[in-house]
T-cell receptor, first 118, second 116 residues
């Protein structure tokens, strides 16, 4: 079974600065997807960024970028120019690329709370 | 992006009663929906996978008779917590998959259940 680990329960960052959230995962599969989701106080899960394992290029979405190290099974998220609205819980998630039941499930890490100081 | 709506957003019930939570995909058809449970300050734990027109697939440790899931149409899945007890109090979140197996997942707003 796949597992996802986020070793940082909480991270604090000054507004306009950069913060990096760590995520490691364990899998025997070669093809899969990795995600970072944001859960603000409203509790609505919002997709931040997505990475396909077969792609070597790291995904970027505006101020959000990832460092995907497939061999090390590491998938960190960098938030640049942090804004007050970035304050939230961030979850790393894994999903198999297999079709059928195995390809349905999202396995989440424990989450990292990001605090943004003005 | 696509919209998934949950109702009710908050519900309080007495111990021993049953509560139904609805999850609707508003602008796409979802053959597969997922139900998660989230305890305070914890991560989301998958409870079951709901497939339109067939029985739900439950994760290990989740009681099928306790958490009844029905996916009667391509836009609606329901989770019924039967004979609720205080330990069932939690935040329940659904997600719906748009398209086939690699389709993107969209999340509902969540439903907070409090059992007195």
């Amino acid at each position: 079974a796949q597992t996802v680990t986020q070793s940082q329960p909480e991270m604090s960052v000054q507004e306009a600065e950069t913060v990096t959230l760590s995520c490691t995962y364990d899998t025997s599969e070669s093809d899969y997807y990795l995600f970072w989701y944001k859960q603000p106080p409203s509790r609505q899960m919002i997709l931040v960024i997505r990475q396909e394992a077969y792609k070597q290029q790291n995904a970027t979405e505006n101020r959000f970028s990832v460092n995907f190290q497939k061999a090390a099974k590491s998938f960190s998220l960098k938030i640049s120019d942090s804004q007050l609205g970035d304050a939230a819980m961030y979850f790393c998630a894994y999903r198999s690329a297999k079709r059928g039941a195995a390809g349905n499930k999202l396995t989440f890490g424990g989450g990292t709370r990001v605090l943004v100081k003005p | 992006g696509a919209v998934v709506s949950q109702h009710p957003s908050r519900v309080i019930c007495k111990s021993g009663t049953s509560v139904k939570i609805e999850c609707r995909s508003l602008d796409f058809q979802a053959t597969t929906m997922f139900w998660y449970r989230q305890f305070p300050k914890q991560s989301l734990m998958l409870m079951a996978t709901s497939n339109e027109g067939s029985k739900a697939t439950y994760e290990q440790g989740v009681e099928k008779d306790k958490f009844l899931i029905n996916h009667a149409s391509l836009t609606l899945s329901t989770l019924t917590v039967t004979s609720a007890h205080p330990e069932d109090s939690s935040f329940y979140i659904c997600s719906a998959r748009r398209g086939q197996s690699t389709g993107e997942l969209f999340f509902g707003e969540g439903s907070r259940l409090t059992v007195l």
